[in-house]
């Protein structure tokens, strides 16, 4: 599937900038000098953007509590320390107080990020140095284990939010990228398996349409059985991977990524599209079209691969459109752009 390294490890770098973080831009000129030569390099890129511009508006701060020998009160004054400073003719109080720190969970998870990333052999020396500039600005921040970290446990209010990509990222490279350490080393998994892309490229396509086409109300959304009565008790869910919704149009997606788009009848030494993937579409365009009107379509979008038959074409199945059409993740950015928006404006 990849023909050309450089430009698909960018558009990686596109696609997980839509799922994880705010850094899309109205153009992409802000990254088009950068020359990525793995999946570690960009999470770096990407983490330290971010950060960057997190520490622009303010980072996470909570009240610590302190203990020291002071000039002026300050806080609540320790008596029985402080008798003992003054029988030592020390001419202090020893008060007890708290004070605004950046040392805090959230910033922690950060800071041990950024040190794995430094670490590993497949960051670039230019983005270790970048980010060993921001690991100064965290001098107080503690590390923490990563096998100690309680993902689950994380919660967001209004005054963390916007730590949410952040720390999207920073689970990404401790809890689905890190491998192994080796003498202090760490290895970080590549990004190009097809079980990790599945994942990216379905989350890609459904942000994508999310940040451009919000007037399409683009979700993944659960069909409900079209049926003649309410026992569906035993029925398995239908959950789409993205829904977009017209005027008087409705479009479900299913995204596809496998190293073989096609599959092949040996009997007959032919190629088909998977036909799991057509049943599946098939049945949630019908159970979604309650009323028989034909305005819900399916497409079934596949990343193209470099097989020399790809899937193509568009099918009236008993009243509905079905679409099968492919996505080339080999060519720049603004291509795969383009052939997003002509999907969605189809719809306007």
């Known amino acids: 599937m990849i023909k050309d390294r450089s430009i698909f490890i960018k558009n990686i770098y596109y696609m997980l ?23 570690g390099d ?17 980072m996470i701060k909570k009240y610590i509590e302190e203990q020291s020998e002071v000039e002026t009160l300050k806080g609540r004054i320790n008596i029985q ?23 805090n969970y959230l910033n922690s998870i950060i800071k041990t990020t950024m040190k794995v990333l ?36 994380i919660e967001y209010n209004r005054n963390n939010k916007s730590y949410t990509g952040i720390i999207n990222i920073c689970y990404l490279v401790l809890n689905d990228l890190l491998l192994s350490t080796d003498d202090g080393e760490y290895r970080l998994a590549s990004f190009f398996s097809e079980k990790k892309m599945y994942s ?23 069909i409900k059985w079209n049926l003649d009565d309410e026992s569906d008790q035993f029925l398995p869910e239908m959950k789409t991977d993205i829904t977009l919704k017209g005027r008087d149009k409705i479009l479900i997606i299913d995204t596809k990524y496998y190293e073989q788009s096609m599959q092949t ?4 030494n032919s190629r088909t599209i998977h036909s799991n993937n057509l049943y599946q579409i098939f049945t949630y365009v019908k159970n979604r079209d309650t009323d028989e009107s034909g305005n819900v379509s399916g497409l079934l979008l596949y990343a193209k691969t470099d097989e020399s ?11 509905n459109k079905i679409m099968v059409k492919t996505l080339d993740l080999n ?6 752009a383009e052939s997003l928006n002509k999907i969605a404006e189809d719809l306007l």
């Open 42 to 58: 960009i999470l770096s890129v990407i983490l330290f953007k971010m950060v960057s511009k997190q520490m622009k508006r303010g």
């Open 265 to 268: 009848i040996q009997i007959y």
């Open 81 to 103: 320390e402080s008798i003992k400073l003054k029988a030592n003719n020390k001419n202090k109080l020893y008060c007890e107080y708290d004070r605004l720190s950046i040392n």
């Open 17 to 39: 900038a839509y799922v994880y973080t705010d850094l899309v831009q109205k153009d992409y000129r802000d990254i088009a000098v950068e020359k990525f030569e793995n999946t």
């Open 331 to 336: 060519i720049e950015f603004k291509f795969i």
């Open 200 to 222: 990216l490229y379905e989350k890609f396509v459904l942000k994508y349409y999310q940040k451009h086409y919000q007037k399409l109300h683009p979700r993944a959304s659960k």
């Open 309 to 319: 038959v790809i899937p193509n074409g568009e099918y009236m199945m008993s009243g």
């Open 118 to 153: 430094i670490l590993s052999k497949e960051i670039s020396e230019q983005n270790k140095k970048n980010l060993k500039k921001l690991m100064f600005l965290f001098s107080d921040v503690d590390l923490i284990q990563v096998d100690k970290i309680k993902w689950s446990n």
